[in-house]
Structure formats: C-alpha cells, structure tokens
C-alpha cells in the first residue's frame, strides 16, 4: 500500500507521509530504533518543508521522532 501511495500520490502528499509515519511505528513496536529513527526525520523533514512547522501533524512527527530517541 505505501509502495503505491508514493507512486500515485507521491511522498509529499499528507496521505502518504501518514502512511511511512505509521511504518515508523512498527518499526518502533519492533525495536528496529535505527528503521524508525530513519523513517521519522524523514516524515517530518518533508512535513515541514510541506505543511510547514506549525502544523499539526509536523508537531506529532517531532514527538514520535522523540519517542525513538528516547527509545
């Protein structure tokens, strides 16, 4: 499903980021910390650069990115 929705939608589409943020927490679940680290900055670096900091879907990326850190 990700696979697609980055093919049709692209990365940059909210669904789409919604979608590898949800990867993240697997990933997270799973204790693959590095994965989900990985798949965390890069949802919120194209969240900001998409929909800008102050959304807020950009301040829940920074908390699950903080969450793998803290993990």
């Known amino acids: 499903m990700l696979k697609t929705r980055e093919k049709v939608l692209r990365l940059e589409h909210l669904d789409t980021l919604t979608s590898v943020s949800h990867l993240g927490l ?3 679940s799973q204790g693959k910390y590095k994965e989900a680290k990985a798949i965390y900055r890069q949802v919120l ?3 900001e650069k998409v929909i800008r900091l102050e959304h807020l879907r950009t301040l829940s990326s920074i908390s699950n990115l903080r969450l793998v850190l803290e993990s």
């Open 45 to 47: 670096e194209t969240r």
């Open 26 to 28: 697997v990933l997270l």
